[in-house]
Structures are given as C-alpha cells and as structure tokens.
C-alpha cells in the first residue's frame, strides 16, 4: 500500500517504491534523461500514472537549472507599443515551450534595476525593453542580468544583442513630409526626458535643423500618453506652429482630441503626425499620419536572440537596425498662414 506524504501529496518516493528502484531513477524519468534502461523507464511512467503523480514545477526546475519561463520589463504596460512587442514576444516564446513574466516599472526608473533582478532570478534570461535608466546604471547592472536581450537600447557589455529603432531617421522622414507640404513652422512634443527613443528623435531634429535653416522647429515638454498630448493643446497653439510632430501615437490622439474640442481643424489649421502606427492610428478621425515601426517583429527577434544566449547557440545577428516607415494619412495636409496664438 502506498502511503501519501504528510501533506497529502503523491510524492517521488512513492513512485520509487512502486517500481521497485530508486528515488534518482524516477528523478532520471521524469527528467527525461534517457540513459535509463527502457523497460525501467516504462516501469517507472507506469507507476507514475497509476499513483497519478504530477511532478513539482519548481522542484524540476531546481533539479533541472531551467524555469522554461523568461523576463521582460517594460516602462509602461499600458502603452499599446510596449503591448505588441510582449505579444510578439509571447506568441514566439509559447511556440518553444516558453512562459513570459512581466514587470511593470510605470516610467520610474529607479525601480528597474530591482525589477529585473528579480525577472531574471526567477527566470532562464530577460529583456529589457526601452529602459529608462542612465547608460551608467545599465553598464552597472547588464552584466548579472545574463542572459540579456536590450530593445532600443544599447550597452558595451558583451554577448548582449541589441534591437534598435532608427528614431532618428523616422522623425526626420516626418518633418521632410511637413515640409514639403508647405510648413515651416513645427513643434516637436518631446517624450520622456529618460527615454532613449526621446534622445534619438531630438538628435534627428538637429540634424533636420542643420539641413533646414529656413524651418522653426519648437521644442516642447510632453510624455508619452494621450493626457499629455491633451494637455499639450495650449503650448501647441502658443507656438504658432502648423505642423507637430508627436513623441508617439497616442499623444497624437490625445492632442487632436483636444484642437477639436478647441475647434481647431486638423489637417486644415494644423497637421498632427504621430510615431510607432499602432492598431488605432489609421482609425483616428482623422487617420494619423505616423512613422510604421515592426513592434510585434521586434518582439519576435527578441524571443530569437534571448533563445540563441540560452541555449548558447551561434547568433549570426547578434543585434537589429528598423528602418521605420512613414505612412501617409490624413491628419497632414497643405499648410495655411500659421495661427496666431489662439485661447479660449
């Protein structure tokens, strides 16, 4: 008679005794490790299914030094971009037997070294997607988060692929296509100061300024979700800018929400443009004019990249350039005589 363990539970010592071998062998089994004789083996599954005994996850993880789950962190999980890159991530790690933990670190940079200390004690390897901290702080950390896969990001730190976004370039595609429709007053709503993406756009406008003297760009403080582009509504008008370049989408949206509630017309008084074109851009009234980035791509080639340091296989590509896209919509258009400043 096979006696349960004081906690009720079918353990491996039983499933010893009822095959008749020992506590390693079972282990051996249910491990997988195939060096065991096949008719013990058999003997020992059998045995297993009859005392209907689940193996302990955690247990097996220990005695395997794998969790089968990884990381990410994320500066903000309610950002629809940072949503499609764990989609792509997800689907493509599911697809190898993979589980992904999440981490949250709601735009404080202060609490992403903790976070993905922890992500990565718990898990096979991370990523860290679009941190916020000081390239210092990643130096620092980057090394004890091994195996480690950085998006939009990059660190001197080796074995350490990196996925990029040329930012840069996407703004510049933007501010051409402002241009060339007649303005030559913009306004850039800048993003989150510790953003790496925010630093790469602003390099890319200095290098549009240096190619277009006769344009006025202005600068102003913003974020990167609908309430700032809400709240950006009277900086814009102040500005005198036609055209605005937005951090990203969804303070596009909320800044066009805004001008209409202001009966500003969009594209007639001013043109919006956006950046990232998630699902929601092209069903904005109107259709936002954005810079089309891969985000469920780069989920995808971070699982490719992660998976390649684990199982240390040979990574051909140890890192990834996007070119972004412009996608041409109807929330830009010719440009009038620019607005004085307007209230009310």
């Known amino acids: 008679m096979v006696r349960k363990s004081a906690t009720g539970r079918i353990g491996i010592a039983d499933v010893a005794v009822k095959a008749g071998v020992s506590h390693a062998t079972v282990s051996r089994v249910m491990n997988g490790n195939y060096t065991v004789d096949p008719e013990i083996a058999s003997r020992v599954r059998a045995a ?37 890159i764990l989609r792509g991530l997800s689907r493509a790690a599911a697809q190898d037997g993979y589980r992904v933990l999440i981490a949250d670190s709601f735009e404080v940079s202060s609490e992403e ?13 991370l990523v860290l997607c679009a941190p916020r901290m000081t390239d210092a702080e990643l130096e620092e950390i980057a090394p004890s988060l091994h195996p480690l896969v950085l ?12 996925l990029v976004v ?15 429709l007649g303005h030559s007053r913009l306004a ?35 974020g990167s979700d609908f309430d700032t582009g809400h709240e950006a509504v009277d900086a814009v008008l102040e500005s005198g800018a036609t055209g605005i370049l937005a951090f990203n989408d969804l303070v596009a949206m ?16 001013m043109s919006v443009t956006g950046f990232d074109d998630i699902p ?20 995808e080639q971070a699982w490719r990249q992660l998976r390649a340091l684990i199982r240390k296989e040979e990574n051909d590509a140890p890192g990834s350039r996007y070119q972004p896209r412009l996608e041409v919509r109807s929330s830009s258009g010719p440009a009038r005589a620019a607005r004085t400043a307007v209230h009310g």
């Open 254 to 269: 909320g800044l066009m929400s805004g001008l209409h509630e202001r009966g500003i017309d969009v594209p007639g008084d």
């Open 113 to 125: 070294a903790i976070l993905a200390g922890e992500a990565r004690r718990r898990c096979d390897g």
């Open 48 to 84: 297993a299914a009859e005392l209907k005994y689940q193996p302990n996850p955690v247990g097996r993880s220990l005695a395997l030094g794998k969790t089968d789950t990884i990381g990410i962190v994320v500066p903000d999980l309610a950002n629809p971009t940072f949503q499609a």
């Open 151 to 162: 998006i939009n990001r990059t660190t001197a730190t080796a074995g350490v692929p990196s």
């Open 188 to 222: 850039f709503l800048a993003g989150p100061p510790r953003s790496a993406s925010n630093g790469m756009r602003l390099q890319g406008l200095e290098t549009f300024k240096a190619a277009h003297p006769h344009v006025d760009v202005t600068m102003l403080e913003g």
């Open 280 to 299: 929601f851009a092209k069903y904005t009234t109107p259709a936002l004019t954005t810079a089309a980035v891969p985000i469920t791509e780069l989920g």
């Open 166 to 180: 040329d930012y840069g370039q996407g703004v510049q595609d933007l501010a051409e296509h402002l241009v060339e």
